[in-house]
């Protein structure tokens, strides 16, 4: 898999958007950009994930350059419950095997909302 | 549904005791996993199962086995603990490699 780098840290102000950035500069053709946090001491959770286009569920927006080196992932309006340490994951995805489906975890970047 | 559950939430253990940690999910789900986390890093996979009688070593399995008997259960069971096994645990489950849900976390001491 692909390895990303994060910012350590991020802090925003509560209500508005958070940017996360992820670079994935060795991404191949074939691997997806995976978003998810972990609360303190919580399991992770999924937010998001993308190829290349640009996509938005409920709880955030992931935006993929074109050349797909980096990745955004935006909370529009931050809130307090949003605080945890978020990790963004480049891998294969697809059935050829329980190994490809493995997540491997970075040390993410750390945001803080305040108030 | 109640999801990815996971007990015990803590235990502490004397070095060269054992103990199973048990896993449990009722989205019947295929893909099973456990990981730990050490303190300040992220999850490392210890173990995945992709269906019940199939399991898989991850990056660190050395210390630990699984089983998996049917589709809802997997328990990982340490053998002779260690202080380097302290760590959080994580079980998840996936359908398809897609997105994993993952359990509250078992937190291991070991003394």
């Known amino acids: 898999d692909a390895k990303t780098t994060q910012p350590p840290s991020m802090d925003c102000a509560e209500g508005r958007a958070a940017n996360l950035p992820c670079n994935h500069s060795?991404?191949?053709?074939?691997?997806?950009v995976y978003w998810y946090r972990q609360i303190h001491s919580q399991g992770p959770q999924y937010i998001i994930h993308?190829?290349?286009n640009n996509e938005t569920n409920e709880m955030a927006s992931l935006i993929i350059t074109e050349d797909r080196k980096s990745s955004t992932l935006i909370l529009p309006h931050a809130t307090l419950r949003d605080t945890a340490v978020y990790y963004c994951?480049?891998?294969?995805?697809?059935?050829?095997?329980?190994?490809?489906?493995?997540?491997?975890f970075g040390k993410g970047t750390l945001l803080t909302v305040n108030p | 549904n109640a999801g990815v559950t996971q007990t015990p939430k803590f235990r502490i253990l004397k070095i060269g005791q054992s103990m199973t940690l048990q896993c449990t999910q009722d989205?019947?789900?295929?893909?099973m996993y456990w990981y730990r986390q050490d303190p300040g890093m992220g999850l490392k996979l210890i173990y995945y199962?992709?269906?019940?009688?199939?399991?898989d070593k991850g990056e660190v399995p050395n210390g630990y086995n699984v089983s998996r008997s049917t589709t809802e259960d997997f328990p990982l069971r340490l053998e002779l603990a260690a202080p380097s096994q302290t760590s959080v645990y994580f079980c998840?489950?996936?359908?398809?490699?897609?997105?994993?849900?993952f359990g509250p976390g078992t937190r291991l001491t070991v003394l």
């Open positions: 060795t991404i191949s053709g074939n691997e997806y």
């Open positions: 993308g190829l290349k």
């Open positions: 199962s992709v269906g019940a009688g199939i399991t």
């Open positions: 998840a489950s996936s359908y398809a490699g897609a997105e994993q849900f």
């Open positions: 994951i480049v891998r294969v995805a697809g059935r050829s095997g329980g190994s490809n489906y493995k997540l491997t």
């Open positions: 989205m019947n789900h295929n893909y």
